[in-house]
């Protein structure tokens, strides 16, 4: 990887100057706060108003109307936002800048909170962003923060205050400010060009990380999302391999005799559990990435596979047909107390853990549909979130309230994969836009 790919890389993992520098939250506790009980299912929108940034020049204004588009993109995509037409607001940028605002006239507009901020260029280069937060209803102030960046971290700014609007609104953690890993996919059916492809998790900064000579699968974050394992064929041969981020160096994972595929990491990151088939039998293993030391986890006669830890690194869910059909089971994060989860008709497999380790997402395979769901972890709650022609490869957003997928939609005699994301009620179904085909996809926690 030469100078100036890594360059881009690490602008794309946002690399630039980035400070906290202040934090200030005041509400007033005379009436009750405004506050989106996201416990009830599918929830009406609230409307906001977002108002852009005032700035004092040409391109701090530019970058106030960049940063609010960006906020407001994000908070409408949830789908538990419904930003407010500007043409509608009676008080300019400018004007909530010199002072509160006019509760009466942001009622008028249908506003029930409301967003405010501006962008102040430093001497040093950087530039200064604050927002501000009122409960328009109530007629308060809720929050305040400002932050200290590098005019190329503008975006990642609008993400993180996007975080803390949906945070100080819901209660939940946001999850705007992350990326996502994914196959890229192009080509004919049968020649498929398949390329790791990074990107922000609204589609933006996008780059590919592989050149496709080879193909690659199944790409996870590690906790840290520094580095991403996958599993890659190098003289048709499947191995796990690990990539890392910053610096573009990739490795095996592991001297192991036989094939390995379908690794994850675990949640502290020190381990990858992984799948190895040898002698015509697929058992799941784990490799500690500071001793290098693989211990196996399972020994049945059937394929045991996609495993995938719970949030606290006690326990792992696997899909296996050591029953006589293929079906998700939990086992001791040591391969003790196996015990089956799923009973339902058809094939259950690609089981992801919750963040929130409350539920398991999966892919349901029944004749000739694909469906993806989630499960309690006590086997109870199954349901089905979306259903399709090929939809497969779940994947959680860091708070535990999204989930991100790929379906395979017909197309003449080939295919087209496209990456959708879907609350856990099962509403706001939207399509995530990529350059190319995409599969596989992989959500990052949090940017640190």
Do not use: C
């Amino acid at each position: 990887m030469n100078k100036k790919t890594r360059l881009l890389l690490k602008l794309a993992g946002y690399a630039g100057a980035l400070i906290l520098s202040l934090g200030v939250a005041a509400p007033h506790t005379a009436q009750a706060e405004l506050r989106i009980d996201i416990t009830r299912g599918v929830v009406e929108p609230l409307p906001i108003a977002i108002t852009s940034f005032a700035g004092s020049g040409g391109r701090e204004a530019q970058m106030g109307a960049d940063i609010s588009r960006v906020i407001s993109a994000d908070l409408e995509r949830s789908g538990l936002f419904r930003p407010l037409d500007p043409r509608g607001f009676l008080q300019t940028p400018e004007q909530l800048r010199a002072g509160e605002p006019r509760y009466e006239d942001w009622r008028a507009a249908g506003a029930q909170a409301l967003v405010a901020g501006n962008t102040t260029a430093l001497g040093d280069g950087r530039t200064k962003v604050d927002f501000r937060l009122w409960d328009v209803a109530a007629g308060q102030y809720m929050q305040g923060l400002s932050y200290t960046a590098t005019p190329d971290s503008w975006r990642r700014i609008a993400h993180i205050i996007a975080d803390a609007i949906y945070k100080r609104l819901t209660g939940e953690d946001g999850y705007f400010d992350t990326r996502i890993v994914y196959v890229s996919e192009s080509g004919p059916a049968n020649n498929r060009l398949k390329r790791l492809a990074i990107m922000d998790q609204d589609g933006e900064n996008h780059q590919f990380l592989t050149d496709g000579q080879s193909l690659v699968l199944t790409p996870r974050f590690s906790p840290t999302t520094q580095e991403i394992t996958y599993m890659s064929y190098f003289n048709r041969r499947p191995r796990v391999y690990l990539f890392n981020i910053d610096t573009g160096r990739q490795e095996v994972l592991g001297d192991f005799p036989g094939m390995t595929f379908a690794p994850r990491f675990s949640p502290d990151g020190n381990r990858v559990v992984m799948s190895m088939a040898q002698n015509g039998n697929t058992d799941i293993y784990t490799l500690d990435l500071r001793t290098r030391r693989q211990t196996q986890l399972t020994d049945s006669p059937g394929i045991d596979t996609a495993p995938s830890y719970s949030p606290d690194g006690q326990r792992i869910v696997f899909e296996s047909d050591r029953g006589g059909s293929q079906q998700l089971y939990i086992m001791g994060a040591n391969g003790s107390g196996v015990k089956r989860l799923t009973f339902g008709e058809g094939r259950y497999g690609t089981p992801v853990w919750s963040p929130r380790g409350d539920l398991i997402a999966f892919t349901r395979q029944r004749g000739s549909s694909f469906a993806v769901g989630v499960i309690r972890p006590d086997g109870t709650g199954e349901r089905i979130l979306s259903e399709g022609f090929h939809v497969e490869g779940p994947t959680w957003a860091p708070n535990g309230r999204v989930i991100m997928f790929f379906k395979d939609l017909p197309a003449g005699n080939g295919r087209s994969a496209k990456l959708y994301s879907i609350d856990i009620t099962g509403s706001n179904e939207r399509r995530v836009i990529t350059p190319l085909d995409a599969s596989d996809p992989a959500w990052s926690p949090l940017i640190p």
